[in-house]
T-cell receptor, first 112, second 115 residues
């Protein structure tokens, strides 16, 4: 079963624009992670935000987390054609080990 | 470091045939996951190992799926017999340990087509 739902399902923007993807989840979490998947490839970890953090930056990526609303957003600034991929949020929960559950994904297309 | 290696990359079989997928995780990673990803969907967990112990196999269809991780390193996922609905990408991932803050490292997956 999918823990998270992403919005929008698909997004098409021009190169240089910003892309924002949202993720909503259902249960309490230890951390939330964002992954990228290029067509025909495995997922690549982008950034992890802990449940006690509200915002995190990594290069052109900015992630926010609102645990009261059970939601997160991923912002990619100054997008490039190489950012074209599917993006998934994943929630980690559980004591002792992390059960990592993925959302449904947002398919991003960046037009050169 | 070498990444997670999966083989084969693609597999086409007829229904009712058996199939096996192999995964070699990153050296030193104790935790190993098998996920199934249907077209246009996110990965769904099938089984998780801590070393050689399966600690979460609640989502594994045990009537036809089996997995093993001998010596706590490589892992094999088997389907017998395969059904049409098993067509999907099977992803293996590993992480340093099953703690709270360990991101997953994925292989490129095995794309299974059942005809």
């Amino acid at each position: 079963s999918q823990q998270g739902e992403e919005d929008p399902q698909a997004l098409s923007i021009q190169e240089g624009e910003n892309a924002t993807m949202n993720c909503s989840y259902k249960t309490s979490i230890n951390n939330l992670q964002w992954y990228r998947q290029n067509s025909g490839r495995g997922l690549v970890h982008l950034i992890l935000i802990r449940s006690n953090e509200r915002e995190k930056h990594s290069g052109r990526l900015r992630v926010t987390l609102d645990t009261s609303k059970k939601s997160s957003s991923l912002l990619i600034t100054a997008s490039r054609a190489a950012d074209t991929a599917s993006y998934f949020c994943a929630t980690a929960r559980g004591g002792g080990y992390q059960k990592v559950t993925f959302g449904t994904g947002t398919k991003l297309q960046v037009i050169p | 470091e070498a990444g997670v290696v999966q083989s084969p990359r693609y597999k086409i079989i007829e229904k009712k045939q058996p199939v096996a997928f192999w995964c070699n995780p990153i050296s030193g990673h104790n935790t190993l996951y098998w996920y199934r990803q249907n077209l246009g969907q996110g990965p769904e967990l099938l089984i998780r190992y801590e070393n050689e112990e399966a600690v979460d196999d609640s989502q594994l269809p045990k009537d036809r799926f089996s997995a093993e991780r001998l010596k706590g390193v490589d892992s094999t996922l088997k389907i017998q017999p395969a059904e049409l609905g098993d067509s999907a990408v099977y992803l293996c991932a590993s992480s340093p340990k099953g703690g709270e803050y360990s991101p997953l490292h994925f292989g490129n997956g095995t794309r299974l087509t059942v005809t």
